[in-house]
């Protein structure tokens, strides 16, 4: 079993900022790829920021050079830093990782998700 558990969301005036964190734990051999998606209502589920293949990042352009995605590989754990943060970018935002476990299954995992509430 592999678990990915996310924190971090919250509600936060435009302009504010916030840090989301998504661990993963459980049978782990490898994480291929590990990112931010999200999903406002009525609206289709998104990519905000991965690590997608190796070391290299990738933003959604609505994001760009507002938001932060890093990672602490000792503890299987990736970070969304949100600065100046508008009211668009109100929705769930859920941690997705790809991931090779102990018995060499590849599967994609999905954190519960965690809410983003920007008020303008």
């Known amino acids: 079993q592999v678990q990915l558990v996310e924190s971090g969301g919250g509600l936060v005036q435009a302009g504010g900022s916030l840090r989301l964190s998504c661990a993963a734990s459980?049978?782990?051999?490898?994480?291929?790829?590990m990112g931010w998606y999200r999903q406002a209502p009525g609206k289709q589920r998104e990519l905000v920021a991965g690590?997608?293949?190796?070391?290299?990042?990738n933003y959604a352009d609505s994001v760009k050079g507002r938001f932060t995605i890093s990672r602490d590989n000792a503890k299987n754990t990736i970070y969304l830093q949100m600065n100046t943060l508008k009211p668009e970018d109100t929705a769930i935002y859920y941690c997705?990782?790809?991931?090779?476990?102990?018995?060499?299954?590849?599967?994609?995992?999905w954190g519960q998700g965690t809410q983003v509430t920007v008020s303008s």
């Open positions: 459980g049978s782990i051999f490898s994480i291929n790829s």
């Open positions: 997705n990782a790809n991931i090779l476990t102990t018995a060499r299954y590849n599967w994609s995992y």
């Open positions: 690590f997608l293949s190796g070391i290299s990042t």
